[in-house]
């Protein structure tokens, strides 16, 4: 079984919709990394010339690949990502291996592709 590793960097407000939307199409699980701090496109300056970068989550979702896809379109719908410069992103990567997996993966093998 080939496996995706959806990432998405997101608000902390968009969050929650963010896993919701992930859920509804499939996605058995996600990780969730606090206050990641970035910097963007533009630099966001505050008093004093210092930089403010607000604090973001980072979303982890191991998706099986055939998923992969409508769990990236709904989490980018559901964050709005696309909104803006500031709204976040998301990225799908290939995954060569993993570990861990093997009752996750005879329960994925029951269900249906699309929930």
Do not use: C, W, Y
């Not at 590793?5 to 199409?25: S, Y």
């Not at 964050?79 to 990567?93: H, K, Q, V, W």
């Amino acid at each position: 079984m080939k496996f995706k590793l959806i990432m998405v960097f997101v608000d902390q407000d968009r969050m929650e919709d963010v896993l919701n939307a992930a859920r509804d199409v499939g996605a058995t699980g996600a990780t969730v990394i606090h206050n990641a701090q970035g910097q963007g496109l533009r630099r966001h300056l505050t008093f004093f010339g210092l930089e403010f970068m607000g604090a973001r989550s980072v979303v982890l979702i191991l998706a099986e690949e055939s998923r992969s896809t409508a769990i990236l379109n709904s989490v980018t719908q559901a964050g709005r990502l696309d909104e803006s410069l500031e709204t976040g992103i998301a990225l799908e990567l290939d995954v060569s291996r993993t570990r861990g997996l093997s009752e996750h993966i005879r329960e994925l093998k029951k269900s249906p592709t699309n929930p």
